[in-house]
């Protein structure tokens, strides 16, 4: 019994390099990751005007990149003019789709409420929830985890 367990982890080792080797060798094709892309049914945004619901879907579609293991530059290729911009990457249609779907004061307004929250009778959860979904709209309050992580404490 303790002989077919090591043959069955010797198999798996064995296929896991193979398989490894492989991907190494054979970069996924835009193919491959549209397949994918197209399996996990990724959400359509409707261009709705409360910027929480571009966010919830960017922070959505960031999720699936990653479970489908799509490369950066792969991100916003589509055949047609924005993969032809020079320097047009996922970052830049981030930055693009917000200046379409919601007005510069909402942004602002947005990020004046993550200043200003404070935990209060809240509880940490709620506080947690709240200020994740506000610290979306403060990149430059914010700019790194860091800071992030101060301002969670003091509030």
């Given amino acids: 019994m303790a002989n077919s367990n090591n043959d069955v982890a010797t198999a798996i080792r ?26 996990v049914k990724p959400p359509y945004y409707k261009g709705k005007i409360d910027p929480t619901f571009l966010e919830n879907w960017i922070r959505e579609f960031e999720k699936i990149f990653g479970a489908v293991n799509c490369p950066e530059g792969m991100r916003v290729e589509n055949g047609d003019r924005l993969s032809d911009m020079e320097g047009f990457t996922w970052d830049a249609f981030v930055i693009a789709l917000r200046g379409k779907f919601y007005l510069v004061f909402m942004r602002k307004q947005k990020a004046q409420e993550f200043i200003n929250l404070r935990m209060g009778s809240m509880t940490i959860s709620e506080y947690y929830s709240k200020f994740i979904a506000l610290s979306r709209f403060a990149h430059e309050v914010i700019a790194t985890e860091e800071l992030k992580a101060q301002m969670f404490e003091q509030g």
């Fill in 14 to 39: 064995l296929l896991t390099e193979k398989l490894t080797q492989e991907r190494a060798e054979r970069p996924d094709t835009a193919r491959d990751i549209y397949e994918r892309l197209a399996k």
